[in-house]
């Protein structure tokens, strides 16, 4: 009768504490064995996934740290953080994959547009100091966008210098005439 006592109060134990035994598991343990697959596979996916993944878990971590004594509070947000953890890492849902796609990338690619609705930030005017830049631009441009878009691109900006020109010749004879 022990022993049936002792594995009931054991189980009832890794129960009442499955968030601090699997949370370690799921957020450290499987990332960083994934992460060094990923490191040696040649696939840039996987590599996104874990890059992504480690950087929300510092924000988790950094929210967890700024916030510990208002989240003492919720004494569901172990398992909340366990279960979003889950959705982030597991191959099954891509979760960090699918947070870089729908969240961050949006936000890094064009941060005017994501902002400007929250507070007016002046729109800076791209300079590019020396040659490398403009050809690292370019490069990421296609990369991003491909080789047509890019194509479209130039000739949009050649018919409008095309234009422009054609104004300033016109206001210029304009000018002589007053």
Not at 57 to 81: G, M, Q, R
Not at 128 to 153: H, M, P, W
Request: some cysteine; proline content about 4%; glycine content about 4%.
């Amino acid at each position: 009768m022990g022993s049936g006592n002792a594995n009931n109060s054991f189980l009832t134990v890794v129960a009442k504490n499955f968030d601090v035994l699997a949370g370690p598991l799921v957020a450290l343990v499987y990332p960083l064995y994934a992460s060094i697959k990923a490191i040696e596979s040649g696939s840039r996916a996987d590599d996104q996934q874990w890059l992504t993944y480690w950087v929300l878990y510092s924000l988790i971590t950094i929210f967890e740290l700024s916030f510990a004594k208002v989240l003492e509070w919720f004494p569901i947000w172990s398992y909340a953080k366990l279960f979003f953890t889950c959705w982030l890492v597991l191959p099954q849902f891509n979760g960090a994959t699918y947070v870089y796609k729908n969240f961050i990338r949006p936000f890094y690619m064009n941060p005017q547009a994501t902002t400007s609705t929250i507070w007016y930030i002046p729109k800076k005017i791209p300079s590019f100091k020396k040659q490398d830049d403009v050809l690292s631009a370019a490069e990421r441009y296609i990369e991003e966008n491909g080789t047509d878009a890019f194509q479209r691109l130039i000739r949009k900006a050649d018919t409008e210098a095309k234009a422009r020109r054609k104004h300033y010749m016109i206001f210029e004879e304009d000018e002589k005439y007053h």
